[in-house]
């Protein structure tokens, strides 16, 4: 299984831009379904959106597709995720995960095998 690893959390006033990166440790990223989830405090964690291994496309949750972007940086073996016009509601600690499933089990995050330890965001009004 490749490992995960979370970076650019942390506090931003509302209405700022945080860029949050996942790095691949082990296995290359490109082979992968990378996806962001949140979890709030008191609340069910929250699919963001994936960006589909080998190529494939991007899907958002229809509430951030408007301010969220998902992307790949191989040189890198990453996936980042640019948030921008953040809201108070946006706070909340943000996880990647990688699985092979296929598309229409991108969503569930009980279909990925790996886990990013999570990064806090939190923004302040």
């Known amino acids: 299984q490749v490992q995960l690893v979370e970076s650019g959390g942390g506090l931003v006033q509302a209405g700022g831009s945080l860029r949050l990166s996942c790095a691949g440790l082990g296995r290359a990223l490109r082979n992968y379904n990378i996806a962001w989830f949140r979890q709030a405090p008191g609340k069910e964690r929250e699919f963001v959106a994936v960006?589909?291994?080998?190529?494939?496309?991007?899907i958002y949750a229809d509430s951030l597709k408007d301010r969220f972007a998902i992307s790949r940086d191989n040189a890198k073996n990453a996936v980042d995720l640019q948030m921008n016009s953040l809201e108070l509601e946006d706070t909340a600690v943000y996880y990647c995960a990688a699985g092979s499933q296929v598309l229409s089990a991108v969503r569930d995050g009980r279909m990925y095998t790996s886990w990013g330890q999570g990064t806090q965001i939190t923004v302040s009004s």
């Open positions: 960006i589909r291994r080998n190529g494939g496309g991007t």
